[in-house]
């Protein structure tokens, strides 16, 4: 257990419908990573966080996909109106230097 | 072609061998790291280094900056060694490679 927690931890859905997730970072880590991992690949990064600013976001990033972090502490990652092509493992990781601890990821299954 | 590239992408080994696992990257990096990752998803962060080498048990990482490559050394594998191990690319926003899965065979 590296401290970050991610809820849910699975969440299957139709396609066309809504999901959030939550990331609770470790507490005194000011930098929130969110990251997207599909079957049988590295992670990929989508966005970040320092305290309560998301200062970059990936090209991956969708107009479907919203990401906060309202009081700098715990985020959320939305995804609106899933398409099969977003299942996969989303990873949430925090940092205080340079080094990543990371959330167990939620799965997504989008049928 | 990827940022970062690893290499072999399956590794099947004997309990007891000696394991090398290479990262090349083609981006100016400032930290590489080396993460582990079980079945299941967790991810966890073995080694962070900008030079040199470092070693933490039986677990031995090192990085050559004129050449842009790492490597990943387990000294005598054990069968719980098994995972996919990921090197990494970045300061923030970190580039991965697209892992390397390891199966250690008692």
């Avoid at chain 1, 401290?3 to 999901?19: A, E, L, Y």
């Avoid at chain 2, 690893?6 to 981006?27: H, K």
């Avoid at chain 2, 990085?63 to 300061?91: F, M, W």
């Amino acid at each position: 257990d590296t401290g970050v927690s991610q809820d849910p931890r699975h969440k299957i859905t139709k396609r066309g419908q809504n999901v959030t997730f939550r990331c609770d970072p470790i507490s005194e880590h000011n930098r929130l990573y969110w990251y997207r991992q599909t079957l049988g690949q590295g992670p990929e990064f989508l966005t970040y966080f320092q305290n309560e600013a998301q200062l970059e976001k990936s090209r991956l990033l969708s107009d479907r996909f919203s990401a906060e972090r309202p009081k700098g502490s715990f985020s959320t990652l939305e995804i609106q109106r899933t398409e099969q092509g977003d299942s996969a493992m989303y990873l949430c990781a925090s940092s205080l230097g340079a080094k990543q601890f990371f959330g167990p990821g939620t799965r997504l299954t989008v049928l | 072609k990827n940022e970062v590239e690893q290499s072999p992408q399956n590794l099947t080994a004997q309990e007891g061998e000696f394991i090398t696992i290479n990262c090349s990257y083609s981006v100016g990096i400032s930290a590489l790291h080396w993460l582990q990752q079980h079945p299941g998803g967790g991810i966890v962060s073995l080694f962070m280094l900008s030079s040199g080498k470092k070693k933490h048990g039986r677990l031995i990482a090192t990085i050559n900056i004129q050449e842009k490559h790492s490597s990943l050394h387990i000294t005598a594998s054990h069968p719980r060694d098994s995972a996919v191990y990921i090197c990494a690319g970045g300061a923030q926003k970190l580039v991965f490679g697209q892992g390397t899965r390891l199966t250690i065979n008692p």
